[in-house]
């Protein structure tokens, strides 16, 4: 049954629910519906805390027969041999066109679940229950699917929008410090490109939301998925408006890449990027510096980066912004802030301009 403090946020076919029982809401779900089978695709380290008990409501609330397939924590999972494995189970299991998957994990997981349900038998229905603070306001909304390939990250993919995503936050009691602070960093990001009542709430309000306090965390989901629900509503296959969610990714991808992946968490990448981002609006007079400060000091307030390490020159980084999957025609896009809760798409930026950004923004 959906409580009466659940909140519920419409986004294309799904309904993202923030819930104080992602399990009681999602057999709630199952019950209305027909499925003939259900598969629940769940991150390892979610599984050794959470799994078993999920498993038993589930198996003993339903009507329908329920399996499972733990995965390994981590992104090197989320390959297409990953995606081979579930679909082999599921059909194993006898799953159907009628069959439901449900994805219970990170980012990485809500990914490779979203690319399986989407080809599996051509397309089946799909349920998030996402456990990481970047899964909750990020990868499980939106419909973007995918797996990585050995040359790159997210290259195969799909738009597969699930037809629900249950929010719990109790889940975010087990989270690392690290994981939750790169989960805030796509929070900041929608503060800045789309709200500043919730840019000025994560100022006034960080030390509850770092103490996870539940009011604190049910304002701040609540404010960043009606953000992303909003933009993906208007543009779901990214040809204009949700390249905005790309704040702080132009600068963050190279960084990631140029780092192999090990040095910085998604969300801690980003975070330097909006840095960057944020400075080169300064430095085009879209916003004073001011701003810049503002943005830095809640970054560093949610524990997360702001300054490029010195290991990575400027010119590795404007290489690989170059050939990022988003540059089309070797124009780089760039999204800049131009005030707080507003920014655009910006392509001709002088080369030279790009280079003395980074130089700025690079740690000692
Ligand atoms: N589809 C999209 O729109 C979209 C958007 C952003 C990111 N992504 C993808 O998301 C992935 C990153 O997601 P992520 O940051 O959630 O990483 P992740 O899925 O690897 O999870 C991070 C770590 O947290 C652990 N974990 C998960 N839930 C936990 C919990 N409740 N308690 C304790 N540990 C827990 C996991 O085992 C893992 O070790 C990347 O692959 C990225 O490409 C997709």
């Not at 209305?32 to 589930?58: H, W």
């Not at 980012?107 to 349900?117: E, Q, R, W």
């Not at 038998?121 to 797996?147: C, F, N, Y």
């Not at 994560?202 to 998925?225: F, G, V």
Request: aromatic content about 8%.
């Amino acid at each position: 049954m959906v409580k009466s403090n659940d909140i519920e946020i419409p986004c294309k076919e799904s309904l993202v629910v923030i819930t104080s029982s992602a399990i009681e809401a999602l057999i709630a779900f199952i019950k209305k519906g027909t499925y003939s089978r259900c598969f629940l695709i769940i991150d390892q380290n979610v599984y050794t805390r959470y799994g078993e008990a999920f498993l038993q409501q589930l198996q003993q609330k339903i009507n329908c027969l329920v399996s499972y397939f733990v995965v390994k924590s981590g992104e090197a999972v989320k390959n297409l041999e990953t995606a081979g494995e579930c679909w082999q189970k599921m059909h194993s299991f006898q799953m159907d066109r009628a069959g439901l998957l449900i994805s219970m994990g990170g980012g990485v997981v809500t990914d490779l679940s979203g690319f399986a349900a989407s080809c599996y038998m051509r397309g089946i229905e799909l349920v998030h229950v996402p456990t990481t603070l970047l899964a909750m306001v990020d990868a499980s909304i939106g419909g973007k699917t995918g797996v990585n390939l050995p040359s790159g990250k997210n290259l195969v993919g799909t738009f597969c929008q699930p037809r629900r995503v249950f929010i719990d936050p109790l889940y975010l009691n087990s989270l690392s410090r690290k994981e939750f602070s790169s989960g805030l960093a796509e929070i900041i990001k929608c503060g800045v490109i789309e709200d500043p009542s919730l840019f000025a709430y994560l100022e006034t309000q960080m030390d509850r939301i770092m103490a996870l306090d539940p009011k604190a965390l049910q304002h701040i989901l609540h404010a960043s998925c009606a953000i992303k629900a909003k933009i993906v509503a208007k543009d779901e296959k990214e040809n204009n408006l949700r390249a905005l969610l790309n704040y702080g990714h132009t600068f963050g991808h190279a960084l990631e890449t140029a780092t192999h992946y090990r040095q910085y968490l998604h969300g801690e990448a980003v975070s330097i990027g909006m840095c960057c981002a944020a400075e080169m609006s300064f430095r085009l007079g879209f916003v004073d510096a001011e701003f810049v400060k503002r943005q830095e000091s809640l970054c560093i307030q949610a524990g997360l980066p702001t300054e490029l390490p010195s290991s990575v020159t400027s010119n590795e980084l404007f290489k690989l912004m170059r050939f990022d999957k988003k540059t089309v025609s070797g124009k780089i896009h760039f999204i800049l802030p131009t005030g707080i809760g507003t920014a655009r798409v910006i392509s001709d930026i002088d080369e030279r301009l790009i280079e003395s950004v980074l130089d700025a923004r690079r740690g000692v």
